[in-house]
T-cell receptor, first 111, second 113 residues
Framework: RKEVEQDPGPFNVPEGATVAFNCTYS??????FFWYRQDCRKEPKLLMS???SGNEDGRFTAQLNRASQYISLLIRDSKLSDSATYLC????????????FGRGTSLIVHP | DVKVTQSSRYLVKRTGEKVFLECVQD?????MFWYRQDPGLGLRLIYF???????EKGDIPEGYSVSREKKERFSLILESASTNQTSMYLC????????????FGPGTRLLVL
């Protein structure tokens, strides 16, 4: 399995700011991509899947760049409640059952 | 909603004890996973199972074993707990392939003294 890399941060931003995270992956055969959110001392939960055409869910936008092998997550109008760790996940490929998790990017939104 | 439950939220054990962590999912998922998560190291796969009685090693299987006798239940066993197994243990499941969403249990924080 190949690596998935993320900047660990922390990203410290004020409320209302726009912040973007990137995640690079090394397996060009990867077919599925996800962003998970993990609150402190809690389990990861799916934030959104990342589609080839990009997708948006409210203040969150995820994009995939296959040529450069990275995915991104953009958060607009940051809220205090957005403070969390964001995990990039690349789905398995080649018949494997095992997705690959990045180590996460920490976001702190302050008043 | 998919529900993944783990037998304990917090556990304190002594070195050398045998430890059982249980995970149950209620959505008839095929695949189940055990991870540990440590600061700065992210999630690391210990074992996973793609069917009843089937298991495969992940990245860090040493010191652990697993059991999947029923589809809904996946157990992680620490044969002889050591202090370096102090960690957060997370169970997850997916319906079919690992191209799909992983649903996690709430985690077990294990402290080995």
């Amino acid at each position: 399995r190949k690596e998935v890399e993320q900047d660990p941060g922390p990203f410290n931003v004020p409320e209302g700011a726009t912040v973007a995270f990137n995640c690079t992956y090394s397996n060009s055969a990867s077919q599925s991509f996800f962003w998970y959110r993990q609150d402190c001392r809690k389990e990861p939960k799916l934030l959104m899947s990342v589609y080839s055409s990009g997708n948006e869910d409210g203040r969150f936008t995820a994009q995939l760049n296959r040529a450069s092998q990275y995915i991104s997550l953009l958060i607009r109008d940051s809220k205090l409640s957005d403070s969390a760790t964001y995990l990039c996940v690349v789905g398995a490929s080649g018949g494997s059952y095992i997705p690959t998790f990045g180590r996460g990017t920490s976001l702190i939104v302050h008043p | 909603d998919v529900k993944v439950t783990q037998s304990s939220r917090y556990l304190v054990k002594r070195t050398g004890e045998k430890v059982f962590l249980e995970c149950v999912q209620d959505m008839d998922h095929e695949n189940m996973f055990w991870y540990r998560q440590d600061p700065g190291l992210g999630l690391r796969l210990i074992y996973f199972s793609y069917d009843v009685k089937m298991k495969e090693k992940g990245d860090i299987p040493e010191g652990y074993s697993v059991s999947r006798e029923k589809k809904e239940r996946f157990s992680l066993i620490l044969e002889s707990a050591s202090t370096n197994q102090t960690s957060m243990y997370l169970c997850a499941s997916t319906l079919g392939s690992a191209q799909e969403t992983q649903y996690f249990g709430p985690g077990t924080r294990l402290l080995v003294l």
